[in-house]
């Protein structure tokens, strides 16, 4: 190794992941670097696009790289030597999933904000409103027109302030007509959905499941490749046992779960000025406790989430008093599933990989991953 490709490493080697702790270099988050002509092109195993920690990791790299005289150049890559499926939706680089083990708790609402959110952060984000019993999304988003058709007659999804959304209400006849499908034929419909909607590139599909922990979700959990489910419940008891069964259901078919997100929480009365708890208080975190699942945030009881399409969701809406708590909820379960993106790739290439073999004397790969 050359004396600057020493130094480089040496600065690469005290950057540490903001939320696991550890340095970027053992937990093999850098797949390649190549110097020349005073440029260092990185090849990182990131796959969280516009999430806070890992875009605060890519400047902090950009740093160490100027710092030793040389202009960056990043790329994020993964594949499945990282433990990333390439097959199943091979445009799309993570799909997450909002679950909830009984209905009305504000599940598409938590999926709505989600997916507008991501879309706030900068990333290409789909909806996918799977709730197919009682779709909802096309109420919750302000979807401006119906879905087109590509001639090799794929479905093209209508937009919502930018994010892309499908959903089972489009397709029913009536706003109102339930949709009246059992077993195989759920299947189909979904199988239909994800071969046949022109998602194009991706960086995250938000997937709405159905309510409660029966054979849709299971389905759907197994069939698309999951990167993370985010359980939404409210304070009310009967809830947080739904959520139990939840949690459950998806750890037994190793799904990750990234956390729970405690909805209707709280309302702070605007006449008396006082936070009132309608449906109780601490369930969430008794689960958190005894589950040893994260609390990814919690979302007061508020007008401004109860949209009903006309408008875009609290996320995005700058003048409402719950902007913040919806951002930081949103923001918090983008760094959520980018740790357990990043340790998913610590986890499969720490044994494939020799130990402190530094990949800035790699020999040079062609870079071909999203510039960062
Ligand atoms: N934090 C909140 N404050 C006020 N209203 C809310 C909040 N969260 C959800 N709502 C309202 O509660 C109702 C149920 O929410 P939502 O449709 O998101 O629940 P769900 O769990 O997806 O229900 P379903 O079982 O029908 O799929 C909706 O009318 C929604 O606007």
Redesign the pocket.
């Known amino acids: 190794m050359t004396e600057l490709e020493d130094e480089l490493e040496a600065r690469l080697r005290e950057i540490e992941d903001p939320i696991v702790g550890e340095d970027i270099l053992s937990m093999q988050l850098i797949n390649d670097v190549e110097i020349d002509d005073g440029t260092a092109s990185i090849s990182l195993a990131f796959n969280t696009p516009f999430a806070p920690a890992e875009l605060e990791l890519g400047d902090e790299i950009r740093a160490a790289v100027s710092d030793v005289g040389l202009e960056p150049d990043l790329y994020a890559e993964v594949g499945r030597e990282h433990g990333f499926d390439e097959e199943v939706m091979p445009n799309v680089r993570n799909v997450v999933a909002v679950a909830?083990g009984?209905?009305?708790?504000?599940?598409?609402?938590?999926?709505?904000n989600l997916a507008a959110g991501l879309d706030e952060l900068g990333a290409r984000v789909g909806l996918l409103d799977a709730?197919i019993h009682?779709p909802?999304a096309p109420r919750?988003l302000p979807v401006e027109e119906q879905p087109g058709v590509t001639p090799d007659e794929k479905i093209v999804p209508p937009t919502a302030d930018g994010v892309k959304v499908m959903s089972m209400g489009f397709l029913l006849e009536e706003e109102d007509d339930p949709a009246i499908l059992r077993g195989p034929m759920v299947n189909n419909v979904m199988t239909h959905f994800f071969e046949n909607v022109e998602w194009g590139a991706l960086d995250y599909l938000v997937v709405?499941l159905?309510?409660g922990t029966g054979d849709a979700s299971l389905d759907l959990v197994q069939t698309l490749p999951v990167a993370g489910v985010v359980i939404?419940t409210t304070p009310q008891e009967m809830a947080v046992d739904d959520a139990r069964k939840g949690l459950r259901l998806f750890e037994k078919h190793e799904t990750p779960v990234l956390g729970i997100v405690e909805?209707?929480s709280r309302y702070h009365c605007p006449s008396c000025g006082d936070e009132h708890d309608p449906f109780g208080r601490g369930g969430a975190e008794e689960m958190v406790e005894s589950y040893d699942v994260e609390l990814l945030g919690q979302?007061?009881?508020?007008?401004d989430?109860?949209?009903?399409g006309s408008e875009l969701p609290a996320v995005k809406l700058d003048a409402s008093p719950v902007q913040d708590a919806a951002q930081s909820v949103m923001t918090d379960i983008a760094d959520r599933l980018g740790e357990v993106n990043r340790l998913k790739v610590a986890d499969m290439l720490e044994l494939g990989r020799e130990e402190d073999k530094s990949p800035v004397d790699e020999s040079p790969q062609s870079q071909s991953g999203p510039k960062l």
């Open positions: 909830s009984k209905g009305g708790v504000g599940k598409t609402t938590v999926a709505a709730d009682g909802n919750v709405d159905p309510p939404v909805n209707m979302l007061p009881i508020h007008e989430f109860g949209a009903d």
